[in-house]
């Protein structure tokens, strides 16, 4: 839900594949959901609520905030007066590689772990602040390329090759139904019997182990699985017709209204801030 004075302002490095997300809100901002992406942020004013890692977070200003990929999380204010931040968006494959070229080394698939979801840093912060200026606004491609090299090298410098989470393992009902719905989410006919059989349980005992283990309904993981597919696919430029029936959801209008929920703007115009293609009609 938003009111009159939210806004929120994207752009996106056509070659890197960044995105910058800048916004204003000041009620409920995002349902649950998760990234593919790396992302890191800054709280610029106000106080910003969101659950992750079962924990209840609030930031304030000139905190940062981590993400790692398919890390469950949600947003809104805390209080009325709402609140402003700015993130970005990296895409893991192009962080890892620009993270190796930094360090001289291979850091592995896991790109970073960042051992606090909440954390204090001013250099990180001032470049991140940079990266989403040049990002939508750059002095020029070099000045560009600059600002998102100094927040990769911080980032490198904390964070490359760190220890994995302490987190318990999913039960293995739980994962066997994620690798599930990671494999099939594009068909419109898995249902939560077909989950359960696969893991070897019934639809009741899954439902509960698998949001216990990732803070997501089946369902509610399934529409995000579709929901970040979708978002690749329109920032290749796929209309949001084709992306609706190549990722599982029943129509175009059924994708627009969770992809709104999730991203804070329509499939179509993701696709045009992405691509610069004109709008093709669509939600």
């Known amino acids: 839900m938003t009111r009159p004075g939210d ?34 942020g800054i709280t610029e004013r106000g106080v910003q609520q969101f659950r992750c890692r079962r924990q209840v977070h609030r930031s304030t200003p000139g905190r940062l905030i981590f993400f790692e990929p398919g890390e469950t999380h ?3 204010a805390y209080e009325a007066a709402g609140f402003i931040y700015a993130m970005l968006y990296f895409d893991p494959h192009w962080l890892r590689d620009a993270a190796a070229l930094y360090t001289g080394r291979n850091t592995g698939e896991r790109v970073f772990h960042f051992p606090r979801t909440l954390d204090d840093d001013t250099g990180l912060a001032q470049a991140i602040r940079r990266a989403c200026r040049q990002i939508a606004r750059p002095d020029s491609r070099m000045a560009r390329d600059a600002a998102l090299d100094g927040v990769v090298a911080i980032l490198a410098r904390r964070f490359a090759g760190g220890a994995a989470t302490g987190a318990m393992p999913a039960p293995r009902m739980a994962r066997l139904a994620r690798e599930a719905i990671d494999a099939g989410f594009d068909r419109p006919d898995l249902g939560l019997e077909d989950l359960a059989s696969m893991a070897g349980t019934d639809r009741f005992r899954l439902s509960r182990a698998f949001a216990g283990a990732y803070g997501l309904a089946p369902h509610a993981y399934l529409v995000q699985r579709r929901l970040n597919r979708a978002r690749s ?27 709104r929920r999730a991203f804070g703007m329509t499939p179509a115009a993701y696709r045009r801030l992405c691509t610069n293609l004109p709008d093709p009609g669509g939600t």
């Open 233 to 259: 696919l329109l920032a290749g430029g796929d209309t949001p017709a084709d992306v609706a029936a190549a990722t599982g959801f029943s129509d175009q209008s059924h994708m627009g209204r969770w992809f």
């Open 7 to 40: 806004w929120l302002d994207f752009a996106r490095d056509p070659l890197s594949g960044t995105e910058a997300v800048r916004a204003q809100f000041h009620a409920h901002a995002y349902d649950p959901h998760f990234h593919d992406q790396v992302l890191v």
């Open 74 to 76: 949600d947003g809104e």
